[in-house]
């Protein structure tokens, strides 16, 4: 980065953006703004190299210099989880987008619950993406600026020419073996005679590993594995299938009930910008919300249980088929862009 970019943005005065950590929900809020054609400078901490569209990527210690010697512009941060803020509540005056809460999750240490209930309490502006942290930390939140912006749509949503030679089904995002799994539910698809599409990183492959190899020996005509590109390419190639699954499928976890209750997900909104059937545990209240807010057609996990074959369960997809649409006005792109540019002007 040249010195005077470097002085251009210790000096700008509008909005920025600063992304400590990258996710899809980051770029929902970024859609939002341009759709209110709102002034801003995105900056995420990766390297020297300068993108279009006032998108700047840089190393670390120019980040931060930039977040903190910067005291004219109005900042959005986001995190992964407010655990990892603690450095930036420093300088408290900020607008913080945690994707996600350590609360509810097996294991997590005493020492990572104190800082996210630390940062929540320090910081004065919070949008939240799901209904966790109103419902886990409502006596902190109250107090606060805060609103919810839940995952939403980001295309419209439109009907798709399903291929009904065969019953596929997609596993989209991140799973684990251990408690955010898709195991259970896989199994039985394929038990069934249903194929099954996996859209994940790298990453995930490697915490499946055994599953994948067990799927791959027992199934080999019926999985395949495919890394994830990016959003709009993913849904044109999952459009053709018909059932998404979501993940929560072990009968007894150790993620506190909380967490399974009120989470949001990408992955849903995906499948229904695909127009998929989805496969989706009972306890899963706020994802279950999201999806009869569209209209979606939704399958329980533990019924799968009921079907003896994949005619069976053909027939049932075809006789429930439901067109998606937008129901709740909290879904709807005009209305959160009002939503937001109103908070972020407070």
């Not at 993108?51 to 010697?69: D, E, V, W």
């Not at 603690?86 to 020492?111: A, E, Q």
């Not at 129901?327 to 937001?340: G, V, W």
């Amino acid at each position: 980065m040249k010195f005077k970019d470097f002085l251009s943005l210790l000096e700008y005065d509008g909005l920025m953006i600063f992304a400590d950590s990258e996710n899809v929900y980051q770029t929902k809020i970024v859609n939002l703004l341009k759709l209110k054609q709102t002034n801003f400078k995105l900056l995420n901490k990766k390297n020297f190299q300068q993108n279009k569209y006032n998108f700047f990527y840089l190393s670390i210690i120019i980040f931060y210099l930039i977040f903190f010697l910067n005291r004219k512009s109005k900042k959005i941060l986001f995190v992964a989880q407010p655990a990892y803020a603690v450095i930036y509540t420093i300088l408290n005056n900020f607008i913080l987008v945690p994707y996600d809460c350590h609360y509810g999750l097996p294991k997590i240490s005493f020492l990572k619950l104190f800082l996210e209930k630390y940062v929540l309490k320090k910081i004065k502006f919070i949008i939240h993406r799901d209904l966790r942290f109103w419902k886990v930390y409502k006596n902190i939140l109250i107090k606060k600026k805060n609103i919810l912006i839940p995952d939403h749509a980001s295309i419209d949503i439109a009907g798709f020419n399903k291929n009904d030679n065969s019953i596929t089904a997609v596993v989209l995002g991140w799973v684990d073996e251990k408690e955010v799994q898709v195991t259970e539910t896989v199994r039985k698809l394929l038990k069934l005679g249903v194929n099954i599409e996996f859209y994940i990183t790298e990453k995930c492959e490697s915490e499946i590993k055994s599953f994948k190899l067990e799927i791959e020996e027992n199934y080999p005509s019926q999985v395949n594995f495919n890394k994830y590109i990016n959003q709009e390419q993913t849904i044109n190639k999952i459009s053709k299938f018909h059932i998404g699954i979501c993940p929560h499928s072990k009968r007894n976890s150790l993620i506190l009930s909380e967490y399974r209750k009120y989470c949001g997900s990408s992955r849903i909104i995906n499948y229904i910008e695909a127009n998929l059937s989805i496969l989706i545990s009972r306890s899963a209240l706020f994802q279950k919300f999201i999806a009869r807010s569209h209209n979606a057609h939704i399958i329980n996990i533990f019924d799968l249980e009921n079907f003896k074959n994949k005619e069976e369960l053909a027939s049932f997809l075809k006789k429930n088929k439901k067109n998606n649409v937008i129901k709740k006005k909290i879904f709807q792109r005009d209305f959160l862009a009002d939503y937001l540019d109103k908070f972020i002007l407070l």
